[in-house]
């Protein structure tokens, strides 16, 4: 008896912490054409990992490897201004859902993968939003590296009507060429 008036206070707490975890985020985009999504995109804004700082004319670009039944990822970005030291991370995917090609699976080294989610994307192509499911972080992406702060804030919009986190928003800056 003793030992369930001590572990009840415990046991409730867990149950309260646990309950109030919020679900994984699994909005995705109805249908990817993967053949236009292998591209170069410029990230506009979000909220980034770790390894992107101060990030300057990001760009990631997508290549189909036909021979591994992968993507073929290249990012890069100059650190800390236009003319800062180029960083590069090469990283590969695997579409984890082949009927809407809106969820992969990313590995930006081995062992480590983790779920990429395609959460917006224009009718033409010309931008798209990547998420993951505990939205710790958000990619804007668009076509053309110069892309205007105002269509970012209404597909940031979009976004959070569809539930997905969209504070601590980070811009980036890209040459005007």
């Known amino acids: 008896m003793n030992l369930l008036k001590t572990s009840l206070p415990l046991l409730c707490g867990f149950l309260i912490s646990a309950c ?5 985020y ?3 985009v109805s ?24 990030p300057y004319n990001s760009v990631e670009s997508y290549t189909w490897n036909e021979k591994e039944k992968r993507i073929d990822i290249d990012f890069s970005y100059n650190e800390g201004a236009f ?6 991370m090469p990283q590969k995917g695997w579409v984890k859902d082949t009927v809407t090609n809106s969820t992969w699976s990313v590995q ?14 224009g009718d033409n192509y010309e931008w798209t939003a990547i998420g993951v499911p505990d939205q710790k972080y ?8 110069q892309f205007s702060h105002e269509k970012v804030q209404e597909i940031l919009a979009k976004l959070h009507e569809s539930g997905y986190n969209t504070e601590d928003i980070k811009w980036v800056q890209h040459n005007k060429k």
Request: charged share 25%; glycine share 6%.
């Open 20 to 24: 109030s975890h919020t679900a994984p």
């Open 26 to 28: 699994t909005k995705t």
């Open 31 to 54: 249908k990817v054409d993967l053949p236009r999504f292998m591209k170069p995109w410029h990230v506009q804004a979000g909220r980034f990992t770790s390894f992107e700082k101060n």
């Open 83 to 88: 003319d800062g030291p180029v960083k590069k």
């Open 108 to 121: 930006p080294w081995w062992p480590l993968k983790f779920d990429y989610l395609i959460i917006g994307l």
């Open 138 to 145: 958000l990619w804007i992406m668009t076509g053309e590296a």
